[in-house]
Nanobody, 122 residues
Framework: QVQLVESGGGLVQAGSSLRLSCAAS????????MGWFRQAPGKEREFVAV??????STRYADSVKGRFTISRAENTVYLQMNGLEPEDTAVYYC?????????????????WGQGTQVTVSS
């Protein structure tokens, strides 16, 4: 079992930065790939970034590549978001997968946090 709690969301202006954190508890964190997803109103949940168990492999959605960075340390996974755009407005969720190395597919994640709101004004 893995319990996930996100934090760090907020209301910012376009061009600003935010760092999201996801605190994990449970024995399987170290054996889990960790992903970030987001869901905007009226849209489906979409992949943002994922980091492997070891931290040695990462993948990003094209829409955030070069602006967002995922990292992990101890029992926390981070999403550093720079150059935020209004299109980044969404609820951001972290998720854990023991099934895949770096999957972008939501059904492959067994554990989800409750989400944190990110709002970017223009």
């Amino acid at each position: 079992q893995v319990q996930l709690v996100e934090s760090g969301g907020g209301l910012v202006q376009a061009g600003s930065s935010l760092r999201l954190s996801c605190a994990a508890s449970g024995r399987t964190f170290s054996s889990s790939a960790m992903g970030w997803f987001r869901q905007a109103p009226g849209k489906e949940r979409e992949f943002v970034a994922v980091i492997s168990r070891s931290g040695g492999s990462t993948r990003y959605a094209d829409s955030v590549k070069g602006r967002f960075t995922i990292s992990r340390a101890e029992n926390t996974v981070y999403l550093q978001m720079n150059g935020l755009e209004p299109e980044d407005t969404a609820v951001y969720y972290c998720a854990a997968s023991t099934l895949s190395l770096t999957t972008t597919n939501p059904p492959r994640y067994e554990y989800w946090g409750q989400g944190t709101q990110v709002t970017v004004s223009s």
